[in-house]
């Protein structure tokens, strides 16, 4: 009988330390898949045409390769292959002619209807669509395309095309934003702001950023001949009020949840605005990033600056070891030269093998005039 409850106690003992054990492991799984960022920061399509589709799934995709994302949806070609099966293969012959871009800081995520496409976002690093803006300029340079590229808070702006035409009266600088909310029809009368002070600067500066969206989209609906432009648009907003209302007031402060609210109401906005002006033709998309790993540095530059460096990383300006086309050059020259070789062994063969007095017309014509002779 003693023996009969010494094995149970080390059976229920053994079966204890199993339980804890996988508590454990479950414990640290649980921490290393939400420290991954599955549930962190993403990335939300909120409208795309027909022929631009996104799967449903939650598969992650890296900050730094949005600017590629922004380019495949464009029609544009990239270096790289995206190797992301959120966005399915589209139709050849129609692309958007639009895309606008907006990236929220202080957030992982915005409440938007559940029927949209989400993703994950990992390796939130700092990117611009620089690359997608020069691409259109090159292949647009004969039409006047609308580059936009925007952040209030840091008064960072770059115009292109028709853009400096149609947004000439945006307010961009922290100053006119400031000034614009003072005017009749600002959001300062026209939205609910609760518990939102307009005498706090972090307060200000949000519902400045709000106030830009407004704008643009009032601006849209003024000149809707920029859809009927045969170039794409591009249109890239960075907003940081919100990292600013989180810093002061926290995540669990009414502050917070207002100015989400608001937020969401005026991209949801933005988005339909948008997709009117561009017929169903646009696609728009909202980056949310609670903080980005490394702080962005852009240099001011031009696209028509003569002068380029083929090599940053060199002080002596050299050239890449390897060009992207280094692959299809190569095979050109190399099956070039393998078929110039070959002939020119067959044409040599033949050549030694020719009896002049029957292959060659010459010496045949000359054989019958010394007969004739």
């Not at 380019?71 to 292959?81: K, N």
């Not at 293969?89 to 938007?112: C, E, K, M, T, Y």
């Given at each position: 009988?003693?023996?009969?409850?010494?094995?149970?106690?080390?059976?229920?003992?053994?079966?204890?330390?199993?339980?804890?054990?996988?508590?454990?492991?479950?414990?640290?799984?649980?921490?290393?898949?939400?420290?991954?960022?599955?549930?962190?920061?993403?990335?939300?399509?909120?409208?795309?045409?027909?022929?631009?589709?996104?799967?449903?799934?939650?598969?992650?995709?890296?900050?730094?390769?949005?600017?590629?994302?922004?380019?495949?949806?464009?029609?544009?070609?990239?270096?790289?292959?995206?190797?992301?099966?959120?966005?399915?293969?589209?139709?050849?012959?129609?692309?958007?002619?639009?895309?606008?871009?907006?990236?929220?800081?202080?957030?992982?995520?915005?409440?938007?209807?559940?029927?949209?496409?989400?993703?994950?976002?990992?390796?939130?690093?700092?990117?611009?669509?620089?690359?997608?803006?020069?691409?259109?300029?090159?292949?647009?340079?004969?039409?006047?395309?609308?580059?936009?590229?925007?952040?209030?808070?840091?008064?960072?702006?770059?115009?292109?095309?028709?853009a400096n035409t149609v947004f000439e009266d945006l307010p961009v600088t922290l100053q006119q934003i400031r000034g614009r909310l003072s005017q009749d029809g600002s959001v300062l009368t026209s939205l609910p702001l609760v518990s939102l002070s307009r005498n706090n600067e972090a307060d200000l500066l949000f519902l400045s950023e709000v106030q830009v969206l407004y704008d643009i989209s009032a601006l849209l609906q003024k000149h809707k001949h920029l859809a009927k432009d045969p170039a794409p648009d591009l249109y890239s907003l960075e907003l940081a009020g919100l990292e600013e209302i989180v810093r002061r007031y926290g995540t669990d402060s009414p502050q917070f949840t207002d100015a989400t609210r608001i937020l969401t109401s005026a991209l949801q906005k933005f988005a339909d605005d948008v997709a009117n002006v561009y017929a169903n033709n646009a696609v728009v998309e909202v980056v949310t990033v609670k903080t980005f790993e490394a702080p962005l540095t852009r240099k001011s530059r031009s696209i028509l600056e003569s002068k380029q460096i083929s090599n940053p990383g060199s002080p002596y300006n050299l050239a890449y070891k390897y060009d992207y086309d280094y692959a299809v050059v190569f095979n050109i020259v190399l099956w070039l030269m393998i078929v110039l070789a070959l002939s020119v062994i067959v044409i040599s063969y033949n050549l030694w093998n020719m009896d002049p007095g029957y292959d060659s017309i010459i010496y045949r014509m000359t054989n019958q005039k010394i007969r004739m002779d």
């Open positions: 009988m003693i023996l009969q409850e010494n094995q149970q106690k080390r059976h229920d003992a053994r079966r204890h330390a199993r339980v804890i054990k996988f508590v454990r492991i479950y414990q640290h799984c649980s921490l290393f898949y939400f420290s991954s960022g599955v549930l962190g920061d993403s990335l939300t399509v909120l409208r795309s045409p027909q022929y631009v589709t996104f799967r449903d799934g939650q598969w992650p995709i890296s900050g730094e390769k949005i600017p590629d994302l922004v380019a495949l949806t464009m029609g544009f070609s990239i270096h790289e292959d995206l190797d992301w099966p959120g966005l399915a293969a589209g139709w050849l012959f129609q692309r958007p002619r639009a895309n606008a871009l907006i990236v929220v800081r202080g957030l992982d995520s915005l409440d938007f209807p559940k029927n949209i496409s989400c993703y994950p976002l990992e390796n939130p690093v700092p990117f611009t669509l620089d690359s997608v803006a020069n691409t259109v300029h090159t292949l647009f340079a004969d039409s006047t395309p609308v580059v936009l590229q925007l952040a209030p808070s840091e008064e960072r702006l770059y115009m292109m095309g028709m």
